[in-house]
């Protein structure tokens, strides 16, 4: 996973250690927005409309009484459609702006009005403008340490209880579903694996909740999934392969490098000036792929950045050539990559691929630059790395290690107060579970061709107690969370068919089998 | 609950506001143990013996990642029984020095043998010798507020990978199931119903789960199940109501004081000086009745202090006459009654009921006088008092109130930095749940006798989803989890029939279905 030297990178660290943050978080958040209270935000074909609010007096440690201080969560909600004791659609935030993920999961929004629910998207703390400790939440371990799945689920779960008894009304015996994508799926998954009784089902879409140590996923399955997009798509393999040898070769010249600056429109601050200077090209180039295979949705849409319909489709026509092509023109099939990617609309005139020097790092633009590299230092240690062919079509960097792992976050977290005490690789799974005996009414959708979905929960019968594995044969990362749109494909139709199916039958169940006091 | 107001007196404090303290644990604890490594400990009747160690490295804060210290568990271990990825009999360990469970559980050592079971036996953090701030664990609230019910889970949590994974050969696919009595039986079956990947069963015996805010135990419910086991052991209700009168009208005169200061055996320094003292001596002796009807055992017993078999039975001799008594003979009842609990073994020649000047106070003996008082002023807010006749015999203290027990709190906290905002009853339901919609195998069994019953879970149908809810007719406090003995009744050697077929059940079940990678 060549994302995590560009993480590093980006943190000014020119290791080629490994982080296990998320490629999805490491862009820039193209979505507009007008952050402002009770503001209507509209957002390219949708126009979702919602309140933006705040759950008070949030305990900044659930678990332990060391330390009383209370934060404010921030909360979108739209009660249009609210019935009495109608569902509440509880999307849980992950690591982002909630706007982000109230833009891009349409599917609550197309469903809220058929089922009479109310809709409510919570921001994760620490990211956005939940920041229990304001502007200096990430200046300082004893603050950032706090950031924790477990601490969010608690915070989900006291969010639950207000709005039931408090913000909404009739809401007593409302129940609750819960929504969400990536990390944001696995925490609606663990939100009813640890909540049963808060939350009465959970869509958990492209969640790579096995995606740890002590578990089997291949260190280097994702760059294998990756691979298994592009080629699904036409791209030939052999004509990506040779396209790193051409960059290196290239780059081991003066008039080479002359030729890359330009052929790439590199602003000159970050032109190549020495030849291993092509490194830091070939991640750039790298973290495209590993993108471009998230999001490869059959219509044009704009989730990381705007891009066409079936991305990597088109992206392949850059590298179907049947013809040996000179260095020259393996080089200008990866620009035509990097400008698709990052230049669909055409605007861009330069590109500045050295975050070291360069001001728009995915990071910066993320708001939060520390939040899943932090995650990834601490619980959320997902091994990664590319063993390249056959495996898939990437430079080697295994094997992922601890170790390695460690002096990533070190460099980043030591002047903090980062120590090697404070990762818990362990903890994850022993905490969340490596099986779930007794959970119940989670859905577990994972897209064949998102490299993420080599981690997902997933199990040959279909179902197990109403656990349910949805396979998305055409699917990116969590595509089925989107809205609907005339170009959908079958597949995930189908999937929200079932998502509906099932919230319809857990609804139900909950009615019929519901102890009738106190139903928070 | 009078035993509350004995608390604050135990720890100086002389208000009269509650708290919620369990009983049990006021006690002194009456076995004697020889606490080495690897000792071997007799304990009367019974000779169990085990091998005392430690898991090291366990994090003070599992939840969070601002503090990396860690700290060593006690645990007690027996593997004379073990077979090859054989079950692992885990108490989770409560308020106090792991050895008094270990010897006062006898269900697991008589379990053990027949399913070639290893035995285990967790401290809970900040009991006994398991201080994660050794001598300081109780000094700074920024110590003890990593003392919670959610930290112990995740303590018990480690142990079993370490165990499975390292401490024993042959066990990792061992499935596990948890013992617990009282609020070791809560901790069992919140076990089960947060880390079910972890243990397969839980015997969760007389564990109050819903005796807090927000549920519908009533709060004189604990006094009213006194009452209960008092009259049905043949007590006249009105003897004892009258004894109360009678301390109070001998308290008011000066002769009546020298009275019962010789009437009661009171050193010195414990006298009855002026009228009011008597209130000292009626929560003594009001605590005597409620511990009392917790171990109402049917044979001659050490759990709490030693008496003789059926000793409610034997109080109710000193309050059975028909006749009308005078004031003094009223006294001698109640001074009859103190001298069974407290000297049935006739070693005593004198007692000290004021906790400000008495050095044998319960909570010295039990070795963390402010351990359970911490838990009750977080979040263990267990509402309890006593509204008099008709539903009890007490004198009336009720309503409970959260003022109250704040009061109490900042007495015994304030000077280590509690403040209000340090409780949150409201906290145990909302993360353990008002009612379990996905646990399965879990044993609630409760004494109809024992006065904690009143919290427990229960069901009118027998079993749903393997939770199955075990009334003791004739039981007081975790009578079940004793070990066998010819005097036992016919209804708690059901509930251990019961018990031990449901632990068969489920261990067949986990071998039938269970994952067989990565079995912790």
Redesign the interface.
């Known amino acids: 996973m060549y994302c995590n030297d560009k993480c590093m990178l980006l943190l000014l660290i020119a290791s080629a250690a490994l982080s296990a943050c998320f490629c999805l978080h490491l862009h820039k958040d193209p979505v507009t927005y007008i952050p402002s209270d009770n503001s209507v935000v509209e957002n390219g074909a949708k126009n979702y409309k919602w309140s933006e609010e705040w759950l008070y007096d949030v305990?900044v440690?659930?678990?332990?009484?060391?330390?009383?201080q209370?934060f404010r969560l921030r909360y979108l909600i739209n009660t249009d459609h609210f019935l009495t004791n109608g569902p509440i659609f509880l999307y849980t935030g992950n690591e982002g702006n909630i706007e982000l993920f109230a833009q891009n999961t349409g599917l609550m929004w197309d469903l809220a009005p058929l089922f009479g629910a109310a809709v409510v998207f919570a921001e994760h703390r620490f990211y956005g403008k939940s920041q229990p400790f304001g502007a200096q939440s990430y200046a300082r371990?004893?603050?950032?340490?706090?950031?924790?799945s477990?601490?969010a689920l608690?915070d989900f779960?006291?969010l639950i209880?207000f709005l039931k008894t408090e913000r909404l009304l009739n809401a007593r015996r409302s129940p609750v579903i819960a929504f969400g994508g990536s990390y944001g799926g696995m925490l609606s998954a663990w939100m009813r694996i640890?909540?049963?009784?808060?939350v009465?089902g959970s869509i958990a879409s492209s969640a790579p909740v096995f995606w740890f140590l002590?578990?089997?996923v291949p260190e280097d399955a994702y760059s294998h999934v990756v691979k298994r997009s592009f080629l699904n798509s036409g791209c030939a393999e052999q004509n990506i392969i040779n396209a790193w040898s051409a960059l290196e070769k290239l780059a081991s010249s003066a008039s080479g490098l002359d030729y890359l600056n330009r052929l790439f429109h590199l602003e000159s601050k970050s032109h190549l000036n020495k030849s291993s200077d092509w490194l830091m090209l070939r991640e750039y180039l790298e973290e495209i792929f590993e993108s471009m295979a998230m999001v490869n949705y059959p219509y044009p849409s704009n989730y990381l950045t705007e891009l066409p319909g079936w991305p990597v489709k088109v992206a392949c026509g850059f590298f179907n050539s049947t013809q040996k092509v000179s260095a020259e023109e393996s080089a200008q099939s990866m620009y035509a990559l990097m400008n698709l990617y990052y230049n669909y609309t055409g605007k861009r005139e330069t590109f500045c691929i050295n975050p070291i020097v360069c001001d728009d790092s995915a990071y910066a633009a993320l708001g939060d630059p520390f939040g899943w590299p932090w995650q990834s230092c601490?619980?959320m240690v997902m091994q990664q790395c590319s063993s390249g062919p056959p495996n898939d079509f990437f430079v080697k960097n295994c094997p992922f290690t601890l170790e390695g792992q460690l002096t990533y976050c070190k460099k980043i977290f030591g002047k903090i107060g980062y120590?090697k005490?404070?990762m818990?690789p362990?903890?994850t799974i022993?905490?969340y579970?490596?099986?779930?005996?007794?959970?119940?009414n989670i859905i577990f959708s994972n897209g064949y061709l998102d490299p993420w979905s080599a981690g997902g929960w997933s199990q040959k019968s279909e179902e197990i107690r109403s656990l349910v594995s949805i396979i998305i044969e055409d699917g990116a990362h969590h595509y089925d969370l989107r809205g609907k749109h005339p170009l959908d494909t079958d597949s995930v139709k189908n999937a929200r068919r079932l998502e509906k199916l099932y919230i319809k039958k857990w609804l139900k169940e909950e009615k019929l089998?519901s102890?009738k006091?106190?139903s928070?």
């Open positions: 305990p440690d659930h678990f332990s009484f060391s330390n009383d209370t371990v004893n603050n950032v340490g706090y950031l924790s477990e601490q608690a779960a006291e209880r640890k909540y049963p009784h808060l009465q002590d578990m089997s601490t619980e120590t005490s404070i818990r362990h903890w022993l905490n579970g490596h099986q779930y005996p007794t959970a119940t089998h102890v006091k106190n928070y």
